[in-house]
């Protein structure tokens, strides 16, 4: 029977949420992002900021009126009135960061990705559960008001039986960008691709095959991948991801009774459609968005889920979290991609 109507979205008003003092660790670009969302949409509060540079801490916090700046990771982790850590550091540091903060006794929200590989994410699970504190993978997407909606038309069965999932993401990036550098983990993987396959990872779960194909960079980073996947009970999925330039960043879940198109970029603010065979068509209409009109959400959710005692945000589960990190693991694995500190582990 197809359907008349979609789910509304469950997600609160980011300002009704439980106020956390949250203390920044890395000052660089997504820090502001982040900053600037929750100090526009909540009622969160940005209380301290690290960095291995005391400057640029000072300089983050006159910027955004942060009442405390710190010159060292380790000093910010042991602020005794700091709740929460968001770690926001260079890729290859968020697993020491985080181990900091947990050391502490602080929550974490890290960045995506929570590591550079699945052993990073799965210790890191290990250390926040031993110490009984809250941690979490900031892919924001899965806290916007529309993936909420979607995971109630996933769970409801209006797609049928998932057959098809296709996603990609692509960008053009300065020369002179980090993702560039192979020291710092570059390439578009964990940049950009880590969102096509945690939607992929979402909707089916682990691959039973999966086949890579990859493109180098002159900088020394891969350039473009592509991967084909085969799940349990025959369905496929398919991502692309590059640093050669911007692409709609569109991704579709095919189902037995019906199509998810996520208009692009589907992993920001916006709109999707569910359509049937008999030509039925129904849309979410969102305001499209990025950061600023986006990150608030996994801050609110996160401040809910430790005022309710939660140590995970079921939005983005730690499982969930080295689950996709697996699967990019077995594509660098193939494509011989390593990333540094793993002495070989991807060759």
């Not at 181990?99 to 995506?112: N, Q, R, T, W």
């Not at 969102?195 to 909707?203: D, K, N």
Request: glycine fraction near 10%.
């Amino acid at each position: 029977m197809t359907a008349t109507t979609l789910p509304q979205s469950r997600v609160p008003a980011s300002r009704d949420a439980p106020v956390l003092r949250w203390g920044i660790m890395g000052p660089g670009w997504i820090a502001e992002r982040f900053t600037e969302s929750i100090q526009a949409h909540t009622g969160q509060v940005i209380a301290a900021v690290g960095s291995r540079s005391l400057s640029r801490s000072k300089a983050f916090a006159e910027a955004y009126d942060v009442a405390a700046a710190y010159g060292s990771y380790e000093e910010l982790a042991a602020a005794p009135d700091i709740d929460i850590v968001y770690v926001c550091t260079p890729h290859t540091g968020h697993h020491a960061a985080a181990a900091f903060a947990i050391d502490a006794g602080k929550h974490v929200l890290i960045e995506k990705p929570i590591g550079l590989n699945a052993g990073q994410a799965r210790d890191i699970a290990r250390r926040a559960e031993e110490a009984g504190v809250f941690a979490a993978e900031a892919m924001w997407t899965f806290f916007l008001p529309k993936f909420d909606v979607i995971r109630q038309i996933l769970h409801a069965g209006t797609l049928g039986t998932i057959t098809t999932v296709v996603a990609e993401y692509g960008e053009h990036f300065d020369r002179t960008h980090r993702i560039f550098n192979p020291e710092l983990a570059g390439g578009p993987l964990l940049d950009l691709g880590t969102y096509p396959l945690a939607l992929v990872t979402e909707v089916l779960g682990s691959p039973e095959r999966l086949f890579a194909v990859g493109q180098p960079h002159e900088s020394g980073v891969n350039a473009q991948l592509s991967a084909v996947m085969q799940f349990d009970g025959g369905a496929q999925a398919v991502v692309n991801t590059h640093v050669h330039n911007f692409t709609p960043t569109a991704a579709s879940v095919v189902g037995s009774k019906a199509t998810l198109t996520i208009e692009g970029p589907f992993n920001m603010p916006g709109g999707f459609e569910v359509r049937f065979p008999d030509g039925t068509l129904l849309r979410h209409d969102e305001p499209a968005g990025g950061h600023f009109e986006g990150l608030h959400y996994e801050a609110a959710a996160v401040a809910r889920a430790i005022a309710a005692g939660s140590t995970q945000a079921s939005q983005r589960t730690l499982a969930a979290s080295v689950r996709t990190l697996d699967v990019a693991d077995e594509i660098r694995r193939q494509l011989r991609v390593v990333f540094p500190g793993e002495a070989g582990a991807a060759a």
